[in-house]
Protein backbone atom coordinates (compact mmCIF):
# COMPACT_ATOMS: atom_id res chain seq x y z
CA UNK A 1 0.00 0.00 0.00
CA UNK A 2 1.31 3.40 -0.71
CA UNK A 3 -0.27 6.20 1.44
CA UNK A 4 -0.43 9.96 -0.25
CA UNK A 5 -1.40 13.21 1.31
CA UNK A 6 -1.93 16.36 -0.66
CA UNK A 7 -1.07 19.69 0.57
CA UNK A 8 -0.18 23.34 -0.62
CA UNK A 9 -3.85 24.56 -1.85
CA UNK A 10 -5.50 27.70 -1.09
CA UNK A 11 -7.06 30.78 -2.66
CA UNK A 12 -4.90 32.84 -4.86
CA UNK A 13 -5.58 35.90 -7.33
CA UNK A 14 -5.20 35.13 -11.14
CA UNK A 15 -2.21 35.21 -12.05
CA UNK A 16 -0.89 33.78 -8.92
CA UNK A 17 1.37 30.97 -7.86
CA UNK A 18 0.64 28.04 -6.17
CA UNK A 19 2.76 24.80 -5.24
CA UNK A 20 1.47 21.66 -4.19
CA UNK A 21 2.75 18.76 -2.31
CA UNK A 22 2.05 15.10 -2.75
CA UNK A 23 3.84 13.00 0.23
CA UNK A 24 3.87 9.48 -0.83
CA UNK A 25 4.34 6.76 2.43
CA UNK A 26 4.06 3.16 2.90
CA UNK A 27 5.53 1.06 0.04
CA UNK A 28 7.17 4.21 -2.15
CA UNK A 29 9.87 2.05 -3.79
CA UNK A 30 6.63 0.36 -5.91
CA UNK A 31 5.72 3.40 -7.31
CA UNK A 32 6.50 3.66 -11.20
CA UNK A 33 4.87 6.71 -11.95
CA UNK A 34 3.29 9.98 -10.16
CA UNK A 35 0.22 11.90 -11.39
CA UNK A 36 -1.86 15.03 -10.79
CA UNK A 37 -5.30 15.39 -11.79
CA UNK A 38 -8.21 18.03 -10.32
CA UNK A 39 -11.69 17.75 -10.84
CA UNK A 40 -14.09 21.06 -10.37
CA UNK A 41 -17.76 20.84 -9.61
CA UNK A 42 -20.09 19.07 -11.80
CA UNK A 43 -16.96 18.12 -14.47
CA UNK A 44 -15.18 15.06 -14.66
CA UNK A 45 -11.65 14.29 -13.46
CA UNK A 46 -8.87 15.83 -15.43
CA UNK A 47 -5.29 14.64 -16.46
CA UNK A 48 -2.86 17.42 -15.45
CA UNK A 49 0.66 16.00 -15.47
CA UNK A 50 2.39 12.84 -14.78
CA UNK A 51 6.73 12.10 -14.05
CA UNK A 52 8.08 8.57 -13.65
CA UNK A 53 10.41 8.50 -10.77
CA UNK A 54 13.39 6.03 -12.31
CA UNK A 55 13.82 8.67 -15.38
CA UNK A 56 12.40 11.61 -14.27
CA UNK A 57 10.47 12.14 -17.77
CA UNK A 58 7.00 14.19 -17.20
CA UNK A 59 4.17 14.26 -19.77
CA UNK A 60 1.33 17.12 -19.32
CA UNK A 61 -2.08 18.25 -20.73
CA UNK A 62 -2.22 20.61 -23.26
CA UNK A 63 -4.22 22.52 -20.79
CA UNK A 64 -1.72 22.87 -18.35
CA UNK A 65 1.56 22.96 -20.51
CA UNK A 66 3.87 25.96 -19.94
CA UNK A 67 2.08 27.33 -16.44
CA UNK A 68 2.59 23.99 -14.70
CA UNK A 69 5.50 21.74 -13.82
CA UNK A 70 5.66 18.71 -12.12
CA UNK A 71 8.98 17.47 -10.07
CA UNK A 72 10.11 15.00 -7.79
CA UNK A 73 12.28 14.83 -4.46
CA UNK A 74 12.94 11.13 -4.22
CA UNK A 75 14.94 12.02 -1.03
CA UNK A 76 11.43 13.31 0.78
CA UNK A 77 9.60 10.71 -1.69
CA UNK A 78 7.52 13.95 -2.24
CA UNK A 79 5.81 15.11 -6.16
CA UNK A 80 5.48 18.38 -6.59
CA UNK A 81 3.13 20.76 -9.62
CA UNK A 82 4.08 24.12 -9.87
CA UNK A 83 1.29 26.36 -10.68
CA UNK A 84 1.77 29.35 -12.60
CA UNK A 85 -0.31 32.34 -14.25
CA UNK A 86 -3.29 30.46 -12.38
CA UNK A 87 -6.66 31.13 -13.44
CA UNK A 88 -10.32 30.95 -12.55
CA UNK A 89 -10.75 28.29 -14.29
CA UNK A 90 -7.76 26.48 -12.44
CA UNK A 91 -10.23 25.99 -9.44
CA UNK A 92 -10.39 22.46 -8.63
CA UNK A 93 -10.03 19.61 -6.41
CA UNK A 94 -6.37 18.75 -7.10
CA UNK A 95 -5.39 15.01 -6.34
CA UNK A 96 -2.04 12.96 -6.56
CA UNK A 97 -2.29 9.45 -7.90
CA UNK A 98 0.58 7.21 -7.89
CA UNK A 99 0.82 3.75 -10.12
CA UNK A 100 2.95 1.06 -10.00
CA UNK A 101 2.19 -0.74 -13.37
CA UNK A 102 4.91 -0.17 -15.54
CA UNK A 103 3.49 0.91 -18.81
CA UNK A 104 5.60 2.03 -22.01
CA UNK A 105 4.77 5.68 -22.79
CA UNK A 106 2.19 8.13 -21.30
CA UNK A 107 -0.91 7.01 -22.60
CA UNK A 108 -2.35 4.81 -19.35
CA UNK A 109 -1.05 7.42 -17.06
CA UNK A 110 -3.27 10.03 -18.66
CA UNK A 111 -6.02 7.81 -16.89
CA UNK A 112 -7.77 7.10 -13.48
CA UNK A 113 -7.29 3.48 -13.81
CA UNK A 114 -3.22 3.91 -14.52
CA UNK A 115 -2.95 4.41 -11.36
CA UNK A 116 -3.45 2.53 -8.21
CA UNK A 117 -3.37 4.72 -5.19
CA UNK A 118 -5.14 8.38 -4.64
CA UNK A 119 -4.78 11.13 -2.21
CA UNK A 120 -7.90 13.09 -0.33
CA UNK A 121 -6.58 16.14 -2.46
CA UNK A 122 -6.52 19.65 -2.03
CA UNK A 123 -8.57 22.62 -2.62
CA UNK A 124 -7.27 25.45 -5.07
CA UNK A 125 -9.28 28.09 -5.86
CA UNK A 126 -8.50 30.62 -8.15
CA UNK A 127 -10.42 34.26 -7.74
CA UNK A 128 -10.52 36.60 -10.84
Known sequence: QVQLVESGGGLVQAGGSLRLSCAASGRTFSTYATGWFRQAPGKEREFLAAIKWNSGSTYYADSVKGR??????????????????????????????????????????????????????????VSS
Open 68 to 125: FTISRDNAKNTVYLQMNNLKPEDTAHYYCAAGYRTYQGWARFTLEDGYAYWGQGTQVT
